[in-house]
Nanobody, 115 residues
Framework: QVQLVESGGGLVQPGGSLRLSCAAS????????MGWYRQAPGKEQELVAV???????TYPDSVKGRFTISRDNAKNTVYLQMNSLKPEDTAVYYC?????????WGQGTQVTVSS
């Protein structure tokens, strides 16, 4: 059974940074494309970062240059480094395979950007 556990969220001021972690069990993250997704209240879910099994990364324009996805194969963990955070980055952040698998969604981690 696959379990993805997100952590690292919190309250941060605009311009601040956070690093999110996604610890995986029941799957090997380096064998799959992995993504970070976010959902803000009243908005559709948004894909914010992808890392392929080959290590290539992609980002939407909304976070490009500010967010960095990476993975630690030894820890079977995927990370999302978020810099220069803006209030519009406030959301619950989730990791999942890319493309996502319905049964793999975890609890997510709340990120709030506010002064």
């Amino acid at each position: 059974q696959v379990q993805l556990v997100e952590s690292g969220g919190g309250l941060v001021q605009p311009g601040g940074s956070l690093r999110l972690s996604c610890a995986a069990s029941g799957m090997i993250v380096s064998f799959s494309g992995m993504g970070w997704y976010r959902q803000a209240p009243g908005k559709e879910q948004e894909l914010v970062a992808v890392i392929t099994s080959a290590g290539a990364t992609t980002y939407p324009d909304s976070v490009k240059g500010r967010f960095t996805i990476s993975r630690d194969n030894a820890k079977n963990t995927v990370y999302l480094q978020m810099n220069s955070l803006k209030p519009e980055d406030t959301a619950v952040y989730y990791c999942n395979r890319y493309p996502p698998r319905r049964g793999y969604w975890g609890q997510g981690t709340q990120v709030t950007v506010s002064s």
